[in-house]
């Protein structure tokens, strides 16, 4: 390499900016500055228990966690090759702009609500945790796991249109990539076991991990609003309405199948392996 490229790498980290190349040569483009600071996700399959956590952090007096977002499903196109080309000399594509867009209404969302912390529980998230961790480098995750036998249980329930091999396939998809995150990323793990058997130890574990002071009434979610609760915004069912929380319902006798089987014993659950 040479003492220019030496040079720039200097240059890019200690000023915040990254080092592109455009026609052959190589640019330094200032990252752009997030308006959102430390936000939080939950990370985890459907059927885990999210809406369950996320009013339970909403409870707090600091965190504002909001009905799911579906952020993946919020994207900037730029219409012809004027737009491009012009976004292009500021740096930015559709991907980054696509990025502010979210880093503003996620913002402006906190700001309205008036309080300090983010969590955003959409489990669509657990497929695009990297970019996640790209755009917010300071995030916070919080990984929820659940027995895969549960969920395999909960989701065929709810798709009862699914083959027993489609409702393993999509929890499994789930889970793969929720492992993957929580091997790469820092974050506090939570099992929906012990939120639900022991609800004030596991929140206060939460807090700590967050800088908070634990607060009770994490444990009242009913006594607050939380938003609109309807299908495609979380879960919607008699239990998370009753505004209490619910003891699990017993972990079914299923035998697993690949990699279902290989994720319980991973995480320490019991499991049967099928076949």
């Known amino acids: 390499m040479s003492w220019k490229h030496h040079l720039a790498v200097r240059i890019a980290r200690s000023t915040g900016v990254q080092i592109t190349r455009r026609g052959g040569r ?19 399959s459907v059927r885990s228990g999210s809406t369950l956590l996320r009013m339970m952090l909403d409870s707090h007096s600091a965190i504002y966690a909001p009905h799911e977002l579906h952020l993946s499903k919020l994207r900037v196109q730029l219409g012809d090759h004027y737009i491009t080309n012009s976004m292009a000399e500021l740096g930015l594509d559709a991907q980054e702009v696509t990025h502010l867009l979210w880093d503003r209404v996620l913002d402006t969302a906190l700001q309205r609500s008036g309080k300090q912390i983010l969590a955003e529980k959409t489990p669509h998230n657990v497929f695009m945790w990297s970019r996640i961790a790209r755009v917010w480098p300071d995030a916070r995750f919080l990984f929820l796991l659940r027995h895969p036998a549960a969920i395999l249980d909960s989701w065929s329930r709810a798709r009862p249109q699914q083959t027993p091999q489609e409702a393993a396939d ?6 793969t990539s929720l492992a993957e995150a929580r091997r790469v990323l820092p974050g506090h793990t939570v099992r929906y076991e012990d939120l639900t058997a022991d609800p004030a130890a596991a929140t206060r574990r939460i807090c700590a991990f967050l800088g908070l002071e634990w607060e ?19 879960d919607w069912t008699g239990r998370i309405r009753t505004g209490t929380v619910q003891p699990p319902r017993e972990v079914p006798d299923l035998a697993l199948p690949e990699p279902l089987y290989d994720l319980a014993k991973g995480w320490g659950y019991p499991a049967r392996r099928a076949g």
Do not use: C, N, W
């Open 170 to 175: 999509s929890v499994g998809r789930y889970l």
């Open 26 to 44: 190589g640019l330094l483009v200032r990252r752009p500055q997030r308006l959102l600071r430390q936000p939080v996700f939950v990370l985890s």
């Open 216 to 234: 009770p009434a994490m444990l009242e979610y009913g006594r607050f609003d939380h938003g609109t609760i309807k299908a495609g915004l979380g």
